[in-house]
């Protein structure tokens, strides 16, 4: 099992930026492929970045490509979503995913977390 914790979500302004973390425990961490999923209002749930066990490779939906950066500490168990020119459609709850298959994260990780609540004002 991995547990995931998620923390730094917030309120900020439109243009702003904001960095999640993601507290990973359990299983050997650099096992597994990380991401980040969200839950818009009223939506199901999407994809929004993806990174290998290595660091070596990410993958990112087209809504967040060049504003949002995923990375991740294999010393520190934590992988990181820094979101940069946040836009209102942004606001959701955002998601930790663990998966043993990197090219799975991005369908359907194995683990979630909890979620962190981030709301974008115009």
């Known amino acids: 099992q991995v547990q995931l914790v998620e923390s730094g979500g917030g309120l900020v302004q439109a243009g702003g930026s904001l960095r999640l973390s993601c507290a990973a425990s359990?299983?050997?961490?650099?096992?597994?492929?990380m991401g980040w999923f969200r839950q818009p209002p009223g939506k199901e749930r999407e994809f929004v970045a993806a990174?290998?066990?290595?660091?070596?490779?990410?993958y990112y939906a087209d809504s967040v490509k060049g504003r949002f950066t995923i990375s991740r500490d294999n010393a520190k168990n934590m992988v990181y979503l820094q979101m940069n020119s946040l836009k209102p459609e942004d606001t959701a709850v955002y998601y930790c995913?663990?998966?043993?298959?990197?090219?799975?994260?991005?369908?359907?990780?194995?683990?979630w977390g909890q979620g962190t609540q981030v709301t974008v004002s115009s």
């Open positions: 359990g299983r050997t961490f650099s096992d597994f492929a």
């Open positions: 995913v663990a998966g043993e298959v990197y090219a799975h994260v991005r369908r359907g990780p194995d683990y």
């Open positions: 990174i290998s066990w290595s660091g070596g490779s990410t």
